[in-house]
């Protein structure tokens, strides 16, 4: 199973670029490949916002991007608005298993 | 409209039991893996079980032995049976729904939990 870090906080002003990082702490590299993004805001379910990397599903805003690097993937957050305040967490699967990052508290100042 | 939705927590012993259920709506259903995932208060996201479209099941560690998932695509419902509680399985228990193509795929659909409470 995937060990995947994040950090615990990240903040900016409205109008900036934030990146959120995700480390795999574990061998099995393979299956990073299949990296996801989900952001949670309070008292809600998770919502898809970046799939295998890089991918944004239908009405996902273009502001959220995604990239790899190694071990550690990334999730860039541009323009920041209000409604960007929120949980964001990264996600390893295969077809039988998935494990979450630590999860992102994303602040908006 | 894709809609997921839980039902089925409450507040429970330790040692206690309790089933949870899983309705989808505005999809193929049987289409698709349908995960459990559950945040423990003030945590992050932990995957618990799935039940493949291919009538695959797969379980957390931490909870095989205790926890049985099954389906029934006529009612497009997927339940969770959960015995032997602890108060570590105190969470928000989610379903989360993965297109079944037998290929790595995200959690497209999520619905918006049922609270499991285990206290003394």
């Keep these: 199973q995937s060990a995947l870090t994040q950090p615990a906080s990240v903040s900016g002003s409205p109008g900036q670029s934030i990146t ?5 702490t574990n061998s099995d590299i393979g299956h990073f490949n ?6 949670q805001h309070p008292g809600k379910g998770p919502k898809l916002i970046i799939y295998a990397v890089s991918n944004r599903p239908s009405g996902v805003s273009n502001r959220f991007s995604g990239s790899k690097s190694g071990n550690t993937a990334s999730l860039t957050i541009s323009g920041l608005q209000a409604e960007d305040e929120a949980d964001y967490y990264c996600s390893s699967y295969t077809s039988s298993t998935t494990a979450f990052g630590t999860g992102t508290k994303v602040s908006v100042l | 409209e894709v809609q997921l939705v839980e039902s089925g927590g409450g507040s429970v012993h ?6 949870l259920s ?17 945040q423990r208060p003030g945590k992050g ?15 957390a560690d931490f909870v095989k032995g205790r926890f049985t998932v099954s389906r029934e695509n006529v009612k497009d419902s997927v339940y969770l049976q959960m015995t032997n509680l602890g108060l570590g399985d105190t969470a928000v228990y989610y379903c989360a729904a993965r297109y079944g193509s037998g ?3 995200p959690l497209d659909y999520w619905g918006q939990g049922t609270l499991v409470t285990v206290s003394s």
């Design chain 1, 20 to 24: 959120i990082s995700c480390t795999e």
């Design chain 1, 34 to 39: 299949y990296v996801s993004w989900y952001q």
């Design chain 2, 14 to 19: 330790p040692g206690s039991s309790l089933r």
């Design chain 2, 22 to 38: 899983c309705e989808g709506s505005g999809f193929v259903f049987s289409a698709y893996d349908i995960n459990w995932v559950r």
């Design chain 2, 45 to 59: 996201l932990e995957w618990v079980s799935a039940f493949g479209s291919a009538g695959d099941t797969y379980y």
């Design chain 2, 103 to 105: 290929s790595p795929e």
